[in-house]
Antibody, heavy 121, light 110 residues
Framework: QVQLQESGPGLVKPSQTLSLTCTVSGGSISSGSHYWSWIRQPAGKGLEWIGRIYTIGITNYNPSLKSRVTISVDTSKNQFSLKLSSVTAADTAVYYC?????????????WGQGTLVTVSS | EIVLTQSPGTLSLSPGERATLSCRASQSLSSSYLAWYQQKPGQAPRLLIYGASSRATGIPDRFSGSGSGTDFTLTISRLEPEDFAVYYCQQYGTSPPMYTFGQGTKLEIK
């Protein structure tokens, strides 16, 4: 059973960089059949896809966030990470990591529990 | 970018009733790229349906998905108390490659 777990600071100051890590267990991040995504959800609002990474470092980003987002992977630790720069209060949200399929019917089949990140001074 | 519009915003029904949730896309999309999720308060979304009509592992058969092109539907044949939640549709677009979600339908107990 694949499990994902987000970790990182719960409080980030405005203009600074938000950094989160997702640790994958029960399966290899290098499997080749999946991308690894970040998704966020402001309180009481809907889901917004941030971006994803494939094991060899190929990335896709949401155009609305692309200028501020970097997603990287560390296969030795079975982890992938998110960096979001120049944060504002609008970036306050629950951040989820999730696995998405590379082929066929595309969907997010495993999710982390989510971690709340608050942007405040 | 394809925009997904879900309706209704809120659906009030009683246990045992049938629920029909709609997801309309601004452009035609492949059924392979349409999925549905259920989210309960304080929890991560859970995959229900992928490929527009295939149930994910462990999902009861009272959940079904249908549709093609721009109109997709999630049906819950007979509501159980645990089905009251928020439901999101999701699509994948290729130009640029990205996922988008609908704004959600809240299914509440009447």
């Amino acid at each position: 059973q694949v499990q994902l777990q987000e970790s990182g600071p719960g409080l980030v100051k405005p203009s600074q960089t938000l950094s989160l890590t997702c640790t994958v267990s029960g399966g290899s991040i290098s499997s080749g059949s999946h991308y690894w995504s970040w998704i966020r959800q402001p309180a009481g609002k809907g889901l917004e896809w941030i971006g994803r990474i494939y094991t060899i470092g190929i990335t896709n980003y949401n155009p609305s966030l692309k200028s501020r987002v970097t997603i990287s992977v560390d296969t030795s630790k079975n982890q992938f990470s998110l960096k979001l720069s120049s944060v504002t209060a609008a970036d306050t949200a629950v951040y989820y990591c999730a696995r998405d399929t590379r082929y066929g019917d595309l969907r997010f089949d495993y999710w982390g529990q989510g971690t709340l990140v608050t942007v405040s001074s | 970018e394809i925009v997904l519009t879900q309706s209704p915003g809120t659906l009030s029904l009683s246990p045992g009733e049938r629920a029909t949730l709609s997801c309309r896309a601004s452009q035609s999309l492949s059924s392979s790229y349409l999925a549905w999720y259920q989210q309960k308060p304080g929890q991560a979304p859970r995959l229900l349906i992928y490929g527009a009509s295939s149930r994910a592992t462990g999902i009861p058969d009272r959940f079904s998905g249908s549709g093609s092109g721009t109109d997709f539907t999630l049906t819950i044949s007979r509501l159980e108390p645990e089905d009251f939640a928020v439901y999101y549709c999701q699509q994948y677009g290729t130009s640029p490659p990205m996922y988008t979600f609908g704004q959600g339908t809240k299914l509440e107990i009447k």
